[in-house]
């Protein structure tokens, strides 16, 4: 095993990266350790054994990446102890490591969260050891700096996400379901990324990213594109790209609560990840069209998840479908930079692609908050369907909170990060209007609108999501019985939450080491393009925002609103029932739902949503005037899965049945088909 | 039948001279006194039927004809409890309607005023010691104003009502 620094002009440099370097390796060796532990440690010491192993080694990652966001200076491992033959290379440059930094962060924060959840399998002896092994992954596939070191990885992160996905398959059938369409949604993803990625490191002579990198330039046309192309599809299936997402809300709702915030979070960044490292980085841009797709793709994913999530019921599908619309904006920014880059704006594409990178990193912490707080709420009342939450602030105060927080930040309310990175993206996309480029001047707009569409919808959802789940009243028995969960859930949850408020009012925090993640994988030459002090902005655009000015404005309006309300109330105040008419008996149940509230938009967006209702009443025998019983069913089905995907399955299954027949047992036939082949490979050579 | 042999002549007429003909009572209550004050002229009204046989309905309905014309008091019948200044209750209360009127009046935001029109509703007229009967209106919630009559006529309510309204 050596660890070598690139080039050592400085000795005190180099001993320094000497250390990184190991401490990358500690890293990925104690995540390794925590995995063996999780699998031969009796269940009582597992949980916190595991965690604290898992958090030791993600402090490590996030101080390896801090250190090269900070420095710029790069980190590579090279060993031949793994994967014989090809050996297995890391080389964490400033791009990757804001990657390992925002995984790691969300492993922290999922790991103490961990430690207060029970149920849902995750205690199992298989899953405990391929919890730490799954973070282990996301922590070192950022890193990857060879074609079969990054498969490698990018496998071993699908088969344990996979099985922790299956984690609670004893107990619930529908777990299974949503791992087989998983399964199949991410190997046929990891498909075409081999191809892609074989079919490029053969052209390209190496398999190193760096020799790629060097070559790539000199590669046919053809070959970038179809690289691209399958990279597109490969890396999309992961992010929960429309319309490859459809595993997506299955299989991020049926895992246990901090896998879905570790999913959701930080695994679907490694698809945009894969996208920029490989069409910015590796093939160093390509021409209009491949990014007019990209943002054609990413536009569809942010309304299609916008919109779902705004009908769904089911809170933690709610949640993914609001991934699927976030990582349809990171697209819709790194479509947009590559667009820029493509007609000679550089300064623009930096300013977009760092907006897009940080709107990742700030969706990785609102959403951790929600996915973390969501799962605290299903274990306190084992439900997760908003239609029979209800009135949970007041019995989890500490959680609500920390639920509305993340659902504020992600509907882009200032002084909460969603809004800065919002903004970015926004103002990245406006200031190439005036372009005359006509692929600018068609694509900018419908990115801007499709911008402000999701933002609407996206509020409405979180309206929804907290008015129903949390204010009212508890709509069942359990919710009327939940209690607050541990300290450590708290935690768990609270670390992003808080972050949410720390971004949004300082973002200058990360925005310095978003920027030079972008300029490093562009290899751009453009000076640093953020305006500092106490605003921010990208140079190349003209807007700034004062996020902290914005705070303190906001504070003394609140106060002050809040003030004259105080003055002005003349008497106290009287609560009182709902108003219903006056009749006797009105229970939690007649309260307005998430269904209620979604069925004006299920029914205006119904040619996309494709809402289906059933009504099935039954009269008395005697007269057909009075009805016995009624029951009424509405389901909302993804329509890419129900058009696409299903169809497209049952013809592979009907093409395997037709196969199945060929093989039927019989001796004579299985002679038969040896001398045809035979005959066949006579003639071939003949 | 009262409008409709009346021609439309006439009826411009009545409506032209009308204010002469309701003569407005002293507010001989405190409570009216207040409540005009409070309302200035504008005083919104649910109707609450407690059980009555809709004679006081028919006489509430027609003070919102254009012969009448309450409106130009400012008076005016809400659908939503939450909107109002008081309650216009008719009938005697029937053992099913008291818990609705009760809640009705939760629902009204204070302060407000119960008004309890016609003999039933003041002290269960011909209803009373019926099986199905609660009580008068007084019984059931406090009552502001009462304005007697089986059924009182329009110029009865509208006169008790301006007393409220402040017009």
Same mark, same amino acid.
Do not use: K
């Given at each position: 095993m050596s660890a070598r +620094?690139? /080039? &050592?002009?400085h000795c005190a440099a180099g001993s320094r990266r000497h250390v990184t370097s190991l401490l990358l390796i500690a890293t990925a060796l104690v995540g390794l350790a925590a995995s063996a532990v999780g699998a031969l440690v009796?269940?009582?010491l597992r949980i916190q054994l595991v965690s604290v192993l898992t958090i030791a080694a993600c402090s490590g990652g996030l101080a390896v990446a801090i250190e090269v966001l900070r420095s710029g200076r790069s980190v590579v491992v090279h060993t #031949?102890?793994?994967?014989?033959?090809?050996g297995f290379s890391l080389d964490l440059d400033r791009f990757g490591a804001l990657f390992v930094a925002v995984s790691a962060g969300v492993a922290i924060c999922a790991m103490v969260f961990r430690l207060g959840y029970h149920g #849902?399998?995750?205690?199992s002896r298989t899953a405990s050891c391929v919890l730490p092994l799954f973070v282990t992954t996301l922590l070192l596939v950022p890193a990857a700096s060879s074609v079969t070191t990054f498969l490698f990885l990018w496998e071993l992160m699908a088969i344990a996400s996979l099985l922790l996905v299956l984690a609670d398959h004893r107990h619930r059938s529908e777990v299974a379901v949503a791992a087989v369409w998983y399964a199949v949604m991410t190997q046929a993803g990891a498909a075409a990324l081999l191809v892609g990625l074989v079919l490029l490191s053969t052209h390209a002579g190496s398999q190193s990213f760096s020799a790629i990198a060097d070559h790539s330039a000199h590669l046919p046309a053809w070959v970038r594109s179809t690289v691209f192309v399958l990279a597109v599809i490969g890396f999309g299936s992961k992010a929960g790209m429309? +319309?490859? #997402?459809? $595993?997506l809300p299955r299989a991020h709702p049926e895992a246990p609560g901090p896998v879905s915030a570790l999913m959701s979070a930080?695994?679907?960044n490694l698809g945009v990840y894969g996208i920029v490292r490989l069409g &910015?980085?590796?093939?160093?841009g390509g021409p209009t069209w491949w990014w007019l797709m990209v943002m054609a793709l990413g536009a569809l994913s942010a309304l299609y998840g916008s919109l779902h999530s705004a009908t769904s019921t089911d809170l933690k599908r709610l949640l993914a479908y609001s991934t699927t619309d976030n990582v349809g904006l990171m697209l819709l920014g790194v479509g947009a930079s590559g667009l820029f880059a493509s007609t000679g704006h550089p300064a623009l594409a930096l300013a977009a692609l760092a907006a897009a990178l940080l709107h990742m990193v700030f969706h990785a912490v609102f959403k951790g908050s929600l996915f973390l707080s969501a799962g605290s709420l299903q274990q306190a009342t084992?439900?997760?369907d908003l239609d029979r939450l209800g009135g949970l602030l007041g019995r989890m105060p500490v959680t609500g909170t920390l639920f509305m927080v993340g659902a504020l930040t992600i509907a882009a309310l200032? +002084?909460? =990060?969603g809004f800065v990175s919002e903004w970015l993206l926004l103002q990245a996309m406006l200031h190439g209007?005036?372009?005359? &480029?006509p692929s600018l001047a068609i694509a900018l707009p419908l990115g801007v609108g499709v911008l402000a569409l999701t933002g609407g919808l996206t509020a409405l959802t979180f309206v929804k999501a907290v008015g129903i789940g949390l204010l009212g009243?508890?709509?069942?028995e359990p919710v009327a019985l939940a209690g607050e969960v541990p300290r450590s859930m708290w935690i768990g949850a609270g670390i992003p939450a808080a972050l949410c408020l720390v971004f949004g009012v300082a973002p200058l925090l990360v925005i310095p080491a978003v920027v030079e993640a972008a300029r490093t994988v562009t290899a751009?030459?453009? +000076? /640093?393009p953020f305006v500092g002090g106490w605003q921010v902005g990208l140079s190349g655009i003209h807007g700034v925002l004062a996020p902290g000015l914005l705070a303190a404005a906001l504070t003394v309006a609140v106060t002050l609103v809040a003030g004259i309300r105080r003055a002005l109330q003349r008497s106290a105040l009287r609560s009182t029932e709902a $108003?219903? =008419?006056?009749?006797e008996l009105q229970t939690a149940r007649m309260e307005y739902t998430a269904t209620s509230f979604g069925e004006p938009l299920s029914r205006v967006f119904e040619d996309v949503l494709s809402p289906s209702h059933d009504l099935d009443i039954s009269h008395v025998a005697e007269s057909r005037?009075?009805?016995e019983a009624a029951t009424f069913h509405t389901s909302l089905e993804d329509a890419f899965e129900r058009h696409g995907f299903r169809p497209a399955a049952a013809a592979l299954a009907w093409w395997g049945g037709l196969a199945r027949r060929?093989? /039927?047992?019989?001796v004579h036939r299985y002679l038969a088909f040896g001398l045809i082949a035979l005959v066949v490979v006579l003639v071939v050579l003949g | 039948m009262y409008l409709s042999t009346m021609r439309l002549s006439t009826l411009i007429r009545r409506w032209r001279t009308h204010?002469?003909?309701?003569p407005l009572a002293g507010t001989a209550s405190p409570a009216v006194g207040e409540a005009a004050r409070r309302n200035r002229g504008s005083l919104q009204l649910r109707h609450v039927?407690?059980? @009555?046989?809709n004679g006081c309905e028919l006489e509430i309905a027609s003070i919102f004809s254009?012969?009448?014309?309450?409106? %130009?008091?400012g008076i005016r019948l809400e659908a @939503?409890? %939450?909107?109002?200044?008081g309650l216009l209750v008719t009938g005697p209360v029937t053992r099913n309607m008291a818990d609705p009127l009760r809640k009705t009046l939760d629902a009204v935001p204070r302060p407000r005023v119960v008004v309890a029109v016609g003999d039933c509703a003041r002290?269960?007229?011909?209803?009373?010691?019926?099986?199905g009967v609660e009580g008068s209106v007084a019984d059931v919630v406090p009552v502001d104003v009462e304005i007697s009559g089986c059924p009182p006529d329009p110029a009865t309510i509208i006169t008790a009502l301006r007393g409220l309204a402040g017009t």
């Open positions: +620094p690139r /080039n &050592d002009h009796t269940q009582r #031949h102890l793994l994967l014989p033959l090809v #849902h399998g995750l205690s429309v +319309p490859l #997402h459809v $595993w930080a695994m679907v &910015d980085g590796l093939l160093g084992g439900i997760r200032p +002084p909460l =990060c209007l005036p372009s005359l &480029d009243r508890a709509r069942s751009s030459r453009l +000076p /640093n $108003w219903g =008419c006056g009749r005037y009075y009805v060929v093989p /039927n047992g019989s | 204010p002469t003909d309701i039927d407690a059980g @009555s046989c254009p012969v009448f014309d309450a409106e %130009r008091f @939503s409890p %939450r909107h109002v200044d002290n269960c007229g011909v209803f009373a010691g019926a099986y």
